[in-house]
């Protein structure tokens, strides 16, 4: 388990890094501040959107005491998930809370240093469009995809092999 954590931890450094570069890419090298949005295909621009909320622009601030609350609830979510990853004998929980960990403190560090988090990919088809998001968010909607998965599936297949190992004892 100590390799899968340590795997686990790498991926949530490795998230924060790969979010924290796009953004630094994003903002200083494309200057979409300044250019304005660029099309990379038909179905995707890069587009500089300040997201001064939480998911989906929800719950807007604009006041600082509003910006370091969401700081202080992103870091203590982060702690709250490596703990839950050093106590977890699961891979699939291991890897699923290192994604949270990694996005929640990318869009922290946003909020540190730009008072708001930088979304820069727009997903679109016609008229429809997705939410503008970034690295970190992705990250996030994986993982929970992930603690979705095993909490529907995965805690099933565990409770499976475990009747199965107590059938194997019996006989």
């Known amino acids: 388990m100590r390799g899968a954590r340590l795997t686990a931890l790498t991926l949530a450094a490795l998230i924060f890094i790969l979010d924290q570069a796009s953004k630094l890419y994003v903002l200083y090298i494309l200057e979409l501040e300044y250019r304005g949005p660029l099309t990379i295909n038909p179905y995707i621009d890069l587009i500089l959107v300040w997201n001064r909320g ?6 807007q601030q604009h006041a600082d005491w509003g910006r370091y609350g969401l700081v202080l609830l992103s870091v203590g979510a982060a702690i709250g998930l490596t703990i839950w990853l050093f106590r977890t004998p699961v891979k699939t929980i291991m890897f699923g809370t290192s994604l ?7 869009n922290a560090l946003d909020r540190i240093l730009y008072g708001a988090v930088v979304d820069f990919v727009l997903l679109h088809w016609q008229e429809w469009q997705w939410y503008v998001f970034n690295v970190a968010d992705a990250a996030i909607v994986a993982g929970v995809l992930l603690l979705l998965y095993d909490s529907l599936l995965g805690e099933s297949k ?6 199965n190992l107590h059938t194997t004892d019996r006989t």
């Open 54 to 59: 939480i998911s989906y622009g929800l719950f």
């Open 100 to 106: 949270l960990i990694g996005g929640a403190l990318g």
């Open 158 to 163: 565990r409770m499976h092999a475990a009747g």
